[in-house]
């Protein structure tokens, strides 16, 4: 039989349980796929966890006494945070081992460092579980989809936040509420502000962008906007006009550049992307070749996220002995030749979508005129207008406008002489608008 292949587990959270315990689960399966047992050698935790029994397998307190190991071939990073988990990361590397993370704050912030020193040694770092918790996103895109050129992505990549806006929507409930219970759920990070903010879903995109269009970790290039802000006023108009509220990850190829954007988003109710609730997650792929592609699953939970974990140290069992330059690049592309470009990260301002806008106005003559001459002055054109009853008293209404494509920069111009006017009584509520596979004007 062939030598198993030993892990080094560090952190025994909620993904570190599922990992531990699905290991021992389907242990038989596992090692049929793997051609060979693999076998926890050694956990790092800074406690027992009563969800996982770690029977006679050797624990420390010290997670570098794991990464020092010498008989661990694979550490796999669980404690998340990018200080410690960092060091630890490097560390192991440094002593030859292979590394499995689940970490993107880490990569996305600190991949080059980390995939500078893995190869330097020759060793594997692995990260399928960092996006999109079990959904194979990072193997279709690095491997089943190496032929097209990626045209776009978009998806819901935070399970928390996909969480807090189906819970919000279907039963009114308030965004505290519903927070609290995801973070009992172990889907939320360490900081929830990750979550509600964007954070979490801008590093899963900086991981996104770069295997699908071969450029850099680009994370402080990201536009990112969390759903902190939106109202139940928002989701109930936005669900009358026949559209879903989600958080999105767009990453699109443009003429002028690459878009990287996560916000607040409007869906079509028709669009698959729409129907996915819960913590649920999803990606929209288009290929050249292949077209639109759909991966859908679970993208936060201990034993859900131990999948991608555990898949990984399948495939470094099987690519460890091949020599590192036929392994598949860590962000799926070798480095660009001498003089050959790739393409650049759009600025924000010059992104090109269609907007909802919700203003809360005093109910005046002219007051309707006025906001139409300034979208008109900042060459924004209307698709269509609601006005009806704000819960703010009989003399306020809402005025909610659906536009055309416009430039963001004309939109945040109009917003500004917009909230300028004395009839509108609030910031506006912008929302951008998506309809993913249309064609765009
Ligand atoms: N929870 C989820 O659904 C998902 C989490 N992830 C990522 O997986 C990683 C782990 O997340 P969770 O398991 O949810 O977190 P967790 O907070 O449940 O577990 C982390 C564990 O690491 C331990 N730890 C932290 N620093 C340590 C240190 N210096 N020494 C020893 N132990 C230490 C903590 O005590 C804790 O038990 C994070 O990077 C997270 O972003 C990725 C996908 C899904
Ligand atoms: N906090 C994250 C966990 C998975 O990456 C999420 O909610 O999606
Ligand atoms: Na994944």
């Known amino acids: 039989m062939h030598k198993p292949l030993k892990v080094g587990l560090c952190g025994l959270g909620t993904v570190g349980s599922g990992t531990f315990n699905v290991l021992k689960r389907n242990a038989r399966e596992i090692e049929r796929r793997a051609g060979r047992p693999i076998v926890v050698e050694h956990v790092g935790a800074r406690r027992n ?32 945070g990018n200080t410690v988990a960092r060091e630890l ?16 704050a880490l990569l996305a912030e600190q991949g080059d460092e980390i995939f500078r020193a893995a190869a330097e040694k020759g060793v594997i770092v692995a990260y399928e579980a960092a996006v ?55 889907y939320a990070e ?15 995109l900086t991981l996104l962008a770069s295997a699908a269009f071969g450029i850099p970790l680009q994370f402080e290039r990201v536009y990112t906007e969390g759903i902190s ?34 916000h607040p988003t409007l869906v079509p109710a028709s669009q698959l992307l729409a129907s996915v609730s819960g913590a649920l997650n999803a990606v929209e792929v288009m290929g050249d070749a292949v077209g639109p592609t759909l991966y ?11 999948s991608a974990v555990i898949a990984d140290l399948i495939d470094v069992s099987r690519d460890m002995a091949m020599p590192a ?34 203003l809360v106005v005093e109910d005046r003559p002219g007051v309707l005129a006025a906001i139409t001459a300034i979208l008109a002055e900042n060459a924004i054109s209307i698709e269509s207008m609601l006005q009806c009853d704000c819960s703010e008293g009989a003399n306020r209404v809402n005025i909610i406008l659906l536009t055309h494509e416009a430039s963001e920069a004309h939109m945040n111009a109009a917003i500004e002489r917009l909230e300028a006017l004395d009839d509108v009584v609030h910031p506006a509520n912008r929302i951008r608008v998506e309809h993913f596979g249309q064609a765009r004007h």
């Not at 097209?148 to 505290?176: A, K």
Request: proline share 4%.
């Open 132 to 186: 999109a918790g079990g959904i194979p996103i990072i193997k279709a895109l690095r491997e089943g989809l190496s032929a097209n050129r990626i045209e776009w992505l978009g998806g819901i990549i935070n399970g928390t936040g996909n969480f807090i806006l189906t819970h919000m929507r279907d039963e009114g409930r308030s965004f505290e509420d519903v927070l609290a219970e995801a973070q009992a759920l172990g």
């Open 190 to 204: 360490a900081d929830p502000t990750f979550d509600v903010e964007g954070i979490d879903a801008a590093h899963k």
């Open 229 to 262: 802000r939106l109202t139940q006023e928002d989701i109930t108009q936005a669900g009358r006009m026949g559209y879903v509220i989600k958080h999105l990850g767009i990453a699109r190829q443009t003429d002028k550049g690459i878009e990287l954007r996560v």
């Open 325 to 358: 330059e036929y392994r598949t690049p860590y962000l799926g592309f070798n480095a660009p030749a001498d003089g050959e470009s790739v393409p650049v990260v759009l600025p924000m301002d010059e992104v090109v979508c269609s907007y909802y806008l919700r």
């Open 49 to 80: 966890n009563p969800a996982c029994d770690t029977g006679d397998v050797r624990v420390s307190r010290d997670i570098f006494d794991v990464a020092r190991d010498p008989e661990v071939d694979v550490v796999v990073e669980l404690i998340g």
């Open 296 to 306: 859908y699953g679970a993208g936060a939970g201990g034993e859900e996220t131990a």
């Open 89 to 104: 990361v490097l560390e192991a590397i440094a002593h030859g081992k292979h590394v499995v993370t689940a970490n993107k």
